[in-house]
């Protein structure tokens, strides 16, 4: 299985703060790469899918990029209903796997 | 957009087995494929298992091979998930999600429309 890397694990932030999430993939994934924000209690929200697509409805903030084994999701300008746990998931291969996930907290 | 609305809460002995249903409106069913993800308490995402409901191909991730089985009733456009020999481990939440089919091998691509999730809980 690919194994999949977040980094950080939480970042404390404020309103306003440019924040980026990487992921690290255990092999080149050929961009089949999603992202997803959660919040508590609350099902995972698609966000970027193809590693940098953003998904109908979602506010042009948020941003995806990389390629390889390495990707990004920024937040241009964090917003108070920002402050999520945010996941990578690859497809590139058989089984989907997901990141640990990054905590975005209020500094 | 598609809604997918999954069955209750659950709550079972250890070495039982839960059954969680999925069913899908506002999109064609056979189209997609739908996913089963869980979330055990304070931690992170994991994908169990999903099917093509199209061609009725379901695939498992290696862990929950012999465990799980996850069929579709494509004349409701349900999916369920059975997850059988239950430990104290498999309490979490259940979701189901769907999203675009990919050819074989790979099957499964983004998930764009998720369930509210099914909390299961094992206990003795």
């Known amino acids: 299985d690919i194994q999949m890397t977040q980094s950080p694990s939480s970042v404390s932030a404020s309103v306003g703060d440019r924040v980026t999430i990487t992921c690290q993939a255990s092999?080149?994934?050929?961009?089949?790469l999603a992202w997803y924000q959660q919040k508590p209690g609350k099902a995972p929200k698609l966000l970027i899918y193809?590693?940098?697509n953003l998904q109908s409805g979602v506010p042009s903030r948020f941003s995806g990029g990389g390629s390889g084994t390495d990707y990004t999701l920024t937040i241009s300008s964090l917003q108070p209903e920002d402050f999520a746990t945010y996941y990578c998931q690859q497809a590139n291969s058989f089984p989907p796997t997901f990141g640990g996930g990054t905590k975005v907290e209020m500094k | 957009q598609v809604q997918l609305v999954q069955s209750g809460a659950e709550v079972k002995k250890p070495g039982s087995s839960v059954r969680v249903s999925c069913k899908a409106s506002?999109?064609?069913?056979?189209?997609?494929?739908i996913s089963w993800v869980r979330q055990a308490p304070g931690q992170g995402l994991e994908w169990m298992g999903g099917i093509i409901p199209v061609s009725g191909t379901a695939k498992y991730a290696q862990k929950f091979q012999g465990r799980l089985t996850i069929n579709a009733d494509k004349s409701t456009g349900t999916a369920y998930m059975e997850l059988r020999s239950l430990r104290s481990e498999d309490s979490a939440v259940y979701y189901c999600?769907?999203?675009?089919?990919?050819?074989?091998?790979?099957?499964?691509?983004?998930?764009?429309?998720w369930g509210s999730g099914t909390t299961v809980t094992v206990s003795s």
């Open positions: 999600a769907s999203g675009p089919q990919r050819p074989s091998p790979n099957y499964f691509y983004y998930m764009d429309d």
């Open positions: 092999q080149a994934l050929t961009r089949y």
């Open positions: 193809s590693a940098s």
């Open positions: 506002g999109g064609t069913f056979s189209s997609y494929a």
